[in-house]
């Protein structure tokens, strides 16, 4: 006799549990507490298995029905159905423990530190905990959408931080690659969504090439207060020195030689160049001094402009324009890379300077050089630190005009 909803409604607990059967092993098991539950009874391979399918009336007498024909189809079809309702939940358990977070530490420490250096490193990580975890890190890898990672570096570019926000989106493509890869995420959501946040805009450097102007921005910066000597000193040396300024700021004790006034770095570690190439900057007795001032505040770091409160173990640029502008000197006035732009071009028109001289100390490709590395001949290195001197003592006499 087939079941109906009134049938197990009006059937009442016992001492002991029983079954009112419907039909081909479906049946609703009554409890002595008085809880209805489905059970289907079905046999593989002579073996006889209950699977339980969820209690009544939540799960009413049609949708239990319907389950149990499912169940039939694939019984019939050599599949064990409660063995398949099992490990469907596992992975589901799984994919809730797989979060983004939980997947993205993984990788960062299986794959990504182990084969990246620690600058890279610190440019990306932090991003993670403050800006990514908290918008994602607790979603199961497989529950978050491509908006939310959208969002989470929107947030990043919106803070100024454009080319940051594409590398963090850009690594998380890649977690979610590597995931895709392992099983653990069904696809790469992420995939190409970094070219969707908006672009840094390079525009001309502010830069002055009046002497007049450039002296009083000079000035302004002697003038500043020695409250934090190594950005002080950082903004004396720049525009001595015509380096970029992340070359300066990550310039370090074992790259220079007071005694005979050099400055040798890979030019590479801050700009796609030139194989790698090793730059030489002759130092002026002026920043050689300035460098000097230093040693007594040295520490245990291999940085000369080195903080403790940065990721890279040095002043970032923010930090450092926020003392530039403190002095005085205003966004209009000037760049940091703009000190370069002062330099070339003063260089050129009032002091004459050889063309292939400047372009060496800017540590530029100079098309004329049919030598491949005559830039770096004793006679041109001669050259170059007359030539730094005369710059120096041309910018302490517009400063005293």
């Known amino acids: 006799m087939s079941l109906t909803d009134k049938r197990i409604d009006q059937a009442k607990p016992k001492a002991k549990e029983y079954a009112l ?4 092993g479906l049946m609703v098991v009554v409890k002595p507490n008085g809880r209805k539950y489905w059970i289907h009874r079905f046999y593989i391979d002579g073996k006889r298995i209950p699977m339980n399918l969820g209690t009544y009336p939540s799960l009413s007498l049609k949708e239990a029905r319907s389950i149990h ?5 694939m019984i019939s079809k050599g599949i064990n159905p409660k063995e398949l309702k099992d490990n469907e939940k596992k992975a589901r358990k799984q994919e809730v423990l797989n979060t983004f977070k939980s997947v993205a530490e993984k990788y960062f420490e299986e794959i990504y530190r ?8 610190k440019k990306i990580i932090p991003y993670f905990p403050k800006d990514i975890y908290t918008k994602i890190g607790n979603k199961p890898i497989n529950d978050i959408k491509a ?7 929107k947030k990043i570019s919106d803070r100024g931080a454009k080319e940051s926000a594409k590398r963090v989106c850009r690594m998380i493509s890649t977690i979610y690659a590597w995931a895709t890869l392992l099983g653990v995420a069904k696809m790469n959501i992420a995939y190409g969504l970094a070219k969707s946040l908006p672009k840094h805009v ?3 450097f502010v830069s002055t090439t009046d002497p007049k102007d450039f002296a009083k921005i000079l000035n302004k910066i002697d003038a500043m207060s020695n409250d934090n000597p190594y950005i002080k000193a950082y903004l004396q040396i720049m525009p001595l020195v015509f380096s970029r300024q992340g070359e300066l700021r990550s310039m370090r004790w074992d790259e220079i030689d007071l005694n005979k006034g050099e400055w040798k770095y890979v030019v590479s570690k801050t700009k796609k160049n030139t194989n790698g190439s090793l730059h030489l900057v002759p130092l002026s007795p002026k920043v050689i001094g300035l460098i000097q001032g230093l040693i007594p505040l040295k520490t245990t770091s291999p940085y000369v402009f080195c903080s403790d409160k940065s990721d890279s173990g040095y002043y970032s640029d923010s930090a450092i324009y926020k003392h530039l502008r403190a002095s005085g000197v205003a966004k ?3 760049s940091l890379h703009g000190f370069r732009t002062s330099q070339r071009t ?12 400047l372009e060496i100390q800017l540590s530029h490709k100079n098309p004329s050089d049919k030598h491949g590395g005559a830039y770096a001949r004793a006679e041109f290195l001669k050259q170059r630190k007359d030539y730094m001197q005369q710059w ?9 005009a």
């Open 332 to 334: 209009e006035d000037t």
């Open 21 to 24: 059967a419907d039909s081909h």
């Open 202 to 204: 390079k525009g001309n």
């Open 392 to 400: 120096s003592d041309y910018c302490d006499e517009i400063k005293n």
């Open 147 to 153: 908006l939310d990672i959208y969002e989470a570096c």
């Open 114 to 121: 182990p084969n990246t250096s620690q600058v890279t490193w």
């Open 346 to 357: 003063i260089a050129d028109e009032v002091l004459e300077v050889n063309t292939d001289i």
């Open 69 to 73: 024909a499912n169940n039939r189809v």
